[in-house]
């Protein structure tokens, strides 16, 4: 629940004008799917590491 709530204020400061913002179903898949590509990092497909840059972005998993 903790990193919901962080997605939520990273969303109110960083999300782009009308940019929607993930429920906690949605963002609960998208996490941990990110996690998961995120553990196998170095074994990654082209396709799988365009997804894991596509969830940081989502997930504001690039912002401090």
Do not use: T
Request: charged share 35%.
């Amino acid at each position: 629940m903790k990193a919901y709530h962080e997605y939520l204020e990273l969303h109110s400061y960083f999300a782009r004008g009308g940019e929607p913002r993930l429920g906690r179903a949605d963002f609960e898949v998208a996490d941990r799917e990110f996690r998961e590509l995120a553990s196998r990092f170095g074994q990654l497909a082209a396709e799988e590491r365009a997804r894991l840059g596509h969830l940081k972005a989502l997930l504001f998993r690039d912002k401090p």
